[in-house]
């Protein structure tokens, strides 16, 4: 997993390294199961906090992508690699019949989002 | 007048020497004493002794004959083995290897001759519970055995036994901004030191506590202690350089990312040449984390000494390594 941080204001650092883990799980490099980086050590390695990294996991915990043990660390929750090729495969499908529409890929996700939303069981 | 120099040898040239000079009378000496020790058994007691009090000096444990002879002989054949998978898998290279001669070499002539220096004492006993101790006679064979290690090494010669490792593929360096800060970052399970630690160490445990030989549950033990600190790591490629740590840090390898050091992509060949999975020792003082075949990340650092490691990915972790040691470089 390679992690990079740009000094950009209007990006944090906590969140530049939520998402290069966050890609890494999507992408299938970081598998599930697999443990992340102590946040002790990462922080040195980065030259940031521990505060810093221990915010950025506590963001990937809250999206459901890590989960955050004692003693363990940091442990990857990522979908079996069928499942996310099934679901890659669906979006794909998806996105190629949306692109006829015309519509901005925010319009998109917006309604994703919303249908999304109405799915979920935690919404009552 | 014009001299031709002869060319150097190279690995690939025939060496008569390593089984003529170092494995040849090593097996000679355990066949020997095999000999010999045959030839003592009608004036051996049906049970000998087999091991004695260090204060006292009296015996503690006897047993039977052939339980003796196995119990030395088979460690010696066992090493001569792997004296000669060494050689055929190209493992004796590098500094290490005059070290692995004297220590295997000197090993199995230790365990050979140790068999009738302990044996010697008990021809004509017929209460093996009377048996002398054996200790001036095998500390006598301990120095003979280290003689011999070290004769075995110098016998071996100066140039390499086998082939070097095999060049890698050099990376470009990441394309890293000003104040862009980075790190690559891995966990690598070491089957091959859990397995080859944890069933041996087992095995040793289980063997020191159904038989005599109790010193067989230490060195059990030691061997399971060992496959725990060593069957995981993690791989970090930062500004500092590359470390490999074992997880609970007991063990550490380190290249820093300074003048000169470079890192490149090798194929690591592992399957094919036993004993060449686990930490392991290369020519010219590297070293090497090999727990499977196929793409590993070196990293070279100052006097020669590089560090291989099998990760996936090798070629990030390469380019991120290349360009913080152009960084630190620069910014001396």
């Not at chain 2, 101790?133 to 055995?145: E, G, K, N, W």
Request: glycine share 10%.
């Amino acid at each position: 997993m390679l992690i990079r941080l740009i000094p950009d204001p209007g990006s944090p650092l906590h969140e530049q390294i939520a998402a290069a883990v966050r890609a890494g799980i999507l992408d299938g490099s970081l598998a599930d199961g697999e443990r992340l980086p102590a946040a002790k050590a990462l922080g040195e390695s980065l030259g940031v906090s521990l505060h810093t990294v221990l915010h950025a996991y506590q963001d990937l915990r809250d999206q459901g992508l890590i989960e955050l043990r004692r003693g363990r660390g940091a442990v990857v929750i990522a979908p079996a690699p069928a499942t996310r090729e099934n679901a890659l495969r669906i979006l794909d499908d998806a996105a190629s019949q949306l692109a006829v529409l015309g519509l901005s890929a925010e319009t998109i996700l917006a309604l994703f989002r919303q249908r999304l939303d109405r799915s979920s069981p935690h919404d009552d | 007048m014009t001299t031709n120099l002869p060319a150097p040898r190279t690995s690939e040239d025939p060496d008569p020497r390593f089984w003529l000079g170092v494995f040849l009378p090593a097996a000679a000496v355990l066949a020997g004493c095999l000999a010999l020790v045959a030839g003592w058994s009608p004036r051996l007691p049906a049970e000998v002794a087999q091991q004695w009090n260090w204060s006292t000096r009296a015996v503690t444990t006897v047993g039977p004959l052939w339980l003796n002879v196995l119990s030395l002989a088979l460690p010696a054949a066992a090493v001569l083995c792997a004296l000669a998978i060494m050689k055929w898998t190209g493992r004796l290279t590098g500094w290490g290897r005059r070290l692995s001669v004297v220590l295997l070499s000197g090993l199995a002539f230790f365990l050979a001759a140790a068999l009738p220096a302990m044996l010697r004492g008990q021809m004509g006993l017929e209460d093996p519970w009377q048996a002398p101790d054996p200790r001036s006679a095998t500390a006598l064979v301990a120095v003979l055995s280290l003689a011999y290690g070290v004769l075995a090494a110098a016998v071996a010669g100066g140039r390499p036994l086998a082939a070097d490792d095999d060049p890698g593929v050099p990376v470009s360096a990441l394309d890293l901004a000003p104040e862009e800060r980075a790190v690559w970052t891995t966990h690598l399970t070491a089957w091959v030191c859990l397995l080859g630690g944890g069933i041996p160490g087992l095995v040793l445990v289980a063997l020191g506590l159904l038989t005599p030989l109790w010193g067989l549950s230490v060195a059990g033990v030691v061997l399971l202690v060992f496959a725990g600190v060593t069957g995981r790591w993690s791989v970090t490629v930062d500004h500092r350089g590359l470390t490999c740590t074992t997880l609970l840090g007991l063990g550490r390898f380190h290249v820093p990312a300074n003048q000169g050091a470079r890192a490149e992509v090798v194929a690591v060949r592992g399957l094919a040449e036993f004993l060449g999975w686990g930490i392991r020792v290369g020519s010219a003082g590297s070293v090497g984390l090999v727990f499977r075949n196929g793409e590993a990340l070196r990293v070279h650092g100052r006097g020669g000494r590089s560090l291989t490691v099998t990760v996936r990915n090798a070629a990030t972790a390469a380019s991120l390594f290349n360009a913080q040691a152009a960084r630190n470089t620069v910014s001396f």
